[in-house]
């Protein structure tokens, strides 16, 4: 298995690597007459320049801890799969409802699903706490800040 | 000084002014306690709110959120023995044993005690340091901003919890974060990627509440425990106050924290957390019992926060005088006040005097509140935390969509919060804290404008940063910081020491 730090220089190279080549798409320029695409050209290289870096010295104190007490990529995934699905999958049907349906279907959805990320949420305590919300919603940020959000858009 | 000052009770004492730093307080307190919610993440969310205030009560309201909500996160350290933030990490190491001891309300008290003194030394030393760092500041050009915010970046990312390496990885990913949006100089749209709502950038508050609210759920959601509380029964009035002689005893260390504290958060990077590990440290060593240590001595308790509540306040020196940062949160304050049109700098306390002695005297009054708040809350906040985290966290996300979109009611942006939120934990998990990433995109445009018009002013010539002598001292610090950095990497990894912060 592939060293914690190799992830982390990895993920750097990517966007360090991304930043310098679409920096080219702007005019560079020269250093006393810098284009728009000087900056980022220079921090792209920099990144690129510490992800190399970060592979090929040591492992730090922290990557060496991460290494020790590693576990499997799916046993992660499988134990902490639940919340990250349902804190996603809330924020994304808060944009879409939000668009199509109004403030109250979309904080509904959003806290319902978010709720249900810890299994110790039964489906009667994420529907309480989701009314209860929608209420504050409506009170405080409807009528009390005067938020522009319709409560109920397109029916 | 006494007109200013005069000024400055004046503004802090309007009735408009004194409720909104009273709703600071109030807001951060009770933010500040819930676990799982720091200073950054309080902050964030209720920056869109002060984007109606006028300037200064705005900046009040924050300042009060600030102090109220590390206060706050004091409350819950001891009491959960869950930091909220690293500079509280060191307080969970006495004021848990202590809490478990029933003396949880006790040390509530001393800690909000040595937080208020810690406070007013930070203030005295306000009063004194900021005039003369202005006339400093008036011989600063472009080379030399560019070169302490390079400095100033590099201390942060460093010095902080974690691999020093990382910590300057993650500057570079806030940097060219700052870079997306239109190009002052030529007008181009830089990595917009045809999407208009990208062409004015992406809205600081977006990132903020991305990367310390969202980043936060996804980390905690289903793994923080249920706010089971150590200590149980009542926590009256009479429990809270400390026994006879404890004040007097915990002056020194309380003396010797805010010295430590005062002094380290003027430095750029250091900060709180450093001070408080820092009082820690000197007040094991300076006791004659150091094994109570760890087990619930007071002092540890008291030097710690005196420390980190001192550093909060110096820190604001170098934001408002010169406007560079020392951390995230101060990053965030900065990035407020260019909300509401104010360059942060020398011009500062020249232009805007009411703002900044009306802070000052703020800072004091605000802590004052806290202190008289607190006790009879102290009750209140031990059952508030009794509510568990499960029930907090779909909430508070709703406050951060909510948040977000108020800003320019637009739901593009609850969408540019989610997927900043997503790669901070990615980025987070593979160690690259977000703090760091949060000033490199505030610093970013700045260090860019800075960088042009210094290098188009000398002709290309890139020896000119080294040549003067303000910014020549600071590369030189800089490529030090460089040294030690790559020194520490080369050598061998040792295993972390025992008190390691758990984030920044």
């Not at chain 2, 309201?61 to 206060?71: D, E, R």
């Not at chain 2, 610090?477 to 390691?500: D, E, G």
């Amino acid at each position: 298995m592939l060293k914690h730090k190799y992830y982390s220089a990895g993920f750097m190279l990517l966007i360090g690597a991304v930043t310098a080549l679409a920096s080219l798409d702007y005019n560079v320029g020269t250093l006393d007459r810098m284009g728009p695409g000087y900056f980022p050209l220079m921090l792209g290289v920099t990144l690129s320049l510490l992800a190399v870096l970060i592979a090929v010295t040591p492992s730090s104190a922290d990557e060496a801890e991460a290494d020790a007490r590693r576990e499997p990529l799916r046993a992660v995934f499988r134990r902490r799969i639940r919340p990250w699905a349902a804190t996603v999958g809330g924020m994304v049907a808060f944009i879409v409802l939000g668009n199509y349906g109004g403030l109250v279907p979309a904080t509904f959805a959003l806290i319902f699903l978010a709720a249900l990320g810890d299994p110790k949420n039964s489906i009667k305590a994420s529907l309480l706490l989701a009314t209860g919300v929608v209420a504050f919603a409506i009170l405080a940020f409807h009528y009390g800040l005067q938020l522009q959000f319709p409560l109920f858009t397109g029916w | 000084m006494l007109d200013n000052l005069i000024l400055g009770f004046e503004t802090a004492f309007s009735l408009q002014n004194l409720s909104y730093a009273f709703a600071g307080v109030v807001l951060g307190n009770l933010i500040g306690v819930l676990p799982g919610i720091g200073a950054l993440a309080a902050i964030s969310m209720l920056l869109p709110v002060t984007y109606g205030l006028d300037p200064t009560g705005a900046l009040l309201m924050l300042a009060g959120l600030y102090y109220g909500t590390s206060f706050g996160g004091a409350t819950t350290s001891i009491l959960l023995n869950l930091p909220g933030t690293a500079s509280h990490a060191v307080v969970c190491v006495d004021g848990n044993p202590l809490a478990r001891q029933g003396k949880g309300g006790q040390a509530v008290f001393m800690a909000m005690f040595a937080s208020f003194l810690g406070v007013c030394f930070g203030i005295g030393l306000m009063m004194f340091f900021s005039p003369m760092l202005v006339d400093v500041a008036f011989l600063f050009g472009p080379s030399e901003y560019f070169a302490l915010m390079l400095m100033g970046l590099l201390a942060a990312s460093t010095l902080t919890s974690g691999s020093p390496l990382k910590g300057i990885a993650s500057v570079m990913v806030g940097l060219i974060i700052g870079v997306i949006g239109t190009d002052v100089n030529s007008g181009v749209a830089r990595f917009a990627l045809g999407i208009p709502e990208l062409q004015d950038g992406i809205a600081l508050v977006a990132l903020a509440m991305g990367l310390f609210g969202i980043t936060d759920v996804l980390a905690n959601a289903a793994n923080l425990g249920d706010g089971t509380l150590l200590t149980k029964g009542k926590l009256g009035r009479h429990a809270v106050r400390p026994g006879k002689g404890e004040i007097r005893k915990a002056m020194p260390a309380i003396g010797r924290g805010s010295a430590i504290g005062g002094v380290l958060g003027i430095l750029p990077g250091a900060g709180g957390t450093m001070a408080s590990f820092m009082s820690y440290a000197i007040e094991k060593k300076a006791s004659r019992t150091p094994e109570r240590f760890g087990r619930g001595a007071m002092e540890g308790v008291s030097g710690p926060e005196a420390a980190n509540s001192s550093a909060a306040i110096t820190a604001f020196i170098p934001t408002l005088t010169l406007g560079i940062p020392g951390d995230a949160v101060m990053a965030l304050m900065l990035g407020a006040l260019m909300i509401h049109n104010i360059t942060p700098g020398p011009q500062l306390m020249v232009e805007h005097p009411a703002m900044f002695w009306g802070l000052l005297i703020s800072f004091w009054l605000g802590n004052l509140m806290l202190m008289v708040l607190n006790i009879p809350l102290i009750g209140v906040w031990v059952k508030l935390l009794s509510v568990p985290y499960r029930l907090i966290y779909p909430t508070v996300l709703f406050l951060i969509a909510v948040g977000v979109y108020s800003t320019n009611n637009n739901l593009f942006d609850v969408g540019v919060v989610l997927f900043i939120g997503v790669f901070g934990y990615i980025a987070a998990s593979l160690g690259f804290q977000p703090a760091p990433l949060l000033m490199g995109f505030i610093l970013g445009p700045m260090m860019e404008e800075n960088f042009r018009r210094a290098l188009l002013l000398s002709r290309g010539d890139i020896l000119m940063f080294f040549d003067r002598p303000l910014s020549g001292s600071f590369m030189a610090v800089t490529i030090l910081m460089l040294a030690t950095v790559a020194y520490k990497r080369l050598r061998r990894p040792r295993p972390a020491p025992q008190l390691s912060a758990t984030r920044s």
